[in-house]
């Protein structure tokens, strides 16, 4: 049915699936670059995603908005994450 909530549910379970993988990469410690987890306990933007099981609409979500932002098309979070010119502030 056009209006029965599903689509509401799924793009607030986005959302709050994004928040969980920013809470995770909010500080430069924990974010890294070439592995999707350290030993101590950083993770790349994969590993975020792969850690909260998010749907495949987040990772689309943050592969749009570093294209937009860096101007660059990438195949995926990860080539983004491990881009040379990528910085935890990117």
């Known amino acids: 049915m ?10 607030e379970r986005t959302l709050y699936q994004l928040g969980e993988v920013i809470e995770l990469l909010r500080r430069e410690d924990k974010w890294c670059q070439h592995q999707m987890k350290t030993k101590d306990d950083r993770r790349c933007i994969l590993g975020a995603l792969m850690h909260v099981r998010a749907n495949a609409a ?33």
């Open 2 to 11: 056009p209006f029965d909530g599903r689509e509401l549910r799924r793009n």
């Open 58 to 90: 987040v990772a689309h979500a943050i592969r749009g908005a570093a294209e937009e932002i860096t101007g660059k098309a990438y195949r995926g979070v990860e080539a983004f994450n491990d881009d040379p010119n990528t910085d935890h502030s990117s």
